[in-house]
């Protein structure tokens, strides 16, 4: 008889905490659950339960082994539509530099700060003419190492509020320069009819080459913590869509004026003025209805549009790249090295094409289906 073993991954949810001189606080971001499974000790914290995470439904678990011990017989939690809170007492007071005893990163273990509060804050001292003092500013006095490492590594080298006023001001650069863009497309299509689709690169090409080469942000800011994400899909989609642009576009004058530029150049507009709203509101947690449906639904039609478009491109341009050998290295050179780009470009829309396509459907598809999930 044969065996066999089906490994697992094991999913932990993020995880929030905050301390006062005298408790400890987690807060778990998990949706949907309804009997949590949670066993607390002096030493350590065990949580398993079934719930809606940043994987979709699972089941998350997680041990966390304290700094200090906590009276465990104080321990209370509350099962809310989102969050699970739980509070336990510590069996000291004190402040603790961190909540683990061994000194690692947990990549789902974040410092709640908003939450953090100094027993100077309590109810009785409120009425005390006394300087109320944040988390931070214990960390800093107290800790500075500590809150030094907290500062680098949970937000990035930046605050929150720089963080958020960053996002907004990024998202709406990004929204407003592509607006600029499309107007300017419907305005001159308007006005001249199919005379200016020849023409759309010509008249909007330098503003969608600009707003493609600051979308490299978006490499960055997952890099740096200041948004969630991967950062090798953030890499592949906007290093993909500038090598079309500056490449397989800008770099053959005669690819420039064919009227499948105007389409896709409609395509990332029409995407972009709804993705770039809805990041922005996101990142002070709003939402609009209409705003995420459309978000979530656009990219049905207008993905597989983008996709035959920059096809069209690749397939048209071969014959013109033989003819011209730019961007090939050809044998013999000194370096002995040879590259052909043509060959590239075949190589994509014989391997690449398809599978590009339903990789991404499928990551907006996940990304529908869970955020249905979290609206019911």
């Known amino acids: 008889l044969h065996s066999r073993i089906i490994m697992t991954k ?3 949810p993020f995880v929030y905490w905050a301390q006062s001189m005298t408790e400890v606080t987690l807060r778990v971001d998990l949706k949907d659950v309804k009997d949590p499974d949670i066993q607390i000790e002096e030493e350590e914290i065990e949580f398993s339960s079934v719930g809606v995470g ?3 439904r699972h089941k998350y678990q ?3 082994e304290f700094y200090l011990p906590v009276d465990k017989n104080s321990a209370v939690y509350e099962v809310f539509d989102r969050e699970i809170r739980i509070k336990v007492s510590k069996k000291e007071a004190d402040w603790w530099p961190r909540l683990l005893y061994e000194q690692k990163k947990l990549p789902w273990l974040k410092v709640d700060f908003d939450r953090i509060k100094h027993e100077s804050e309590s109810e009785d001292d409120k009425d005390l003419n006394k300087p109320e003092l944040s988390y931070e500013d214990i960390l800093r006095t107290k800790y500075p190492e500590a809150y030094d490492k907290l500062q680098k590594e949970e937000l990035g080298y930046l605050n929150e509020s720089w963080r958020k006023n960053y996002l907004f001001c990024y998202n709406l650069f990004m929204f407003c320069g592509f607006l600029y863009a499309m107007i300017i497309m419907a305005i001159r299509y308007m006005k001249d009819q199919e005379e200016f689709v020849p023409k759309a690169f010509e008249t909007v090409g330098n503003i969608f080459k600009f707003m493609h080469l600051i979308m490299f942000l978006e490499v960055l800011n997952p890099m ?6 991967s950062v090798t899909e953030a890499l592949i989609q906007v290093t993909g869509r500038n090598i079309w642009i500056f490449c397989l576009i800008d770099g053959e004058e005669r690819m420039q004026s064919k009227p499948v530029v105007f ?6 507009a029409t995407v972009e003025v709804v993705r770039y709203p809805y990041y922005l509101l996101r990142v002070y947690d709003k939402e609009v209805g209409l705003l995420t449906w459309l978000r979530y639904t656009i ?21 013109f790249f033989e003819e011209t050998e730019k961007f090939s290295v050809l044998l013999p050179n000194k370096w002995n090295f040879g590259f052909y780009f043509p060959n590239v470009i075949r190589f994509y829309l014989l391997f690449g094409f398809f599978p590009m396509l339903y990789t991404q459907m499928w990551h907006m598809y996940n990304l529908r289906s869970f955020n249905k999930i979290n609206s019911i």
């Not at 740096?224 to 994400?229: A, D, P, R």
């Not at 389409?263 to 990332?268: I, N, R």
């Not at 069209?312 to 014959?319: G, K, N, S």
């Open 62 to 64: 997680f041990i966390l």
């Open 224 to 229: 740096f913590g200041y948004t969630k994400g």
């Open 10 to 12: 094991l999913l932990s």
């Open 299 to 319: 990219w049905i039609p207008l993905y597989p549009i983008g996709f035959i478009c920059e096809g069209v491109i690749a397939l048209r341009d071969i014959p």
């Open 263 to 268: 389409y896709l150049f409609v395509t990332y």
């Open 54 to 56: 940043s994987q979709g």
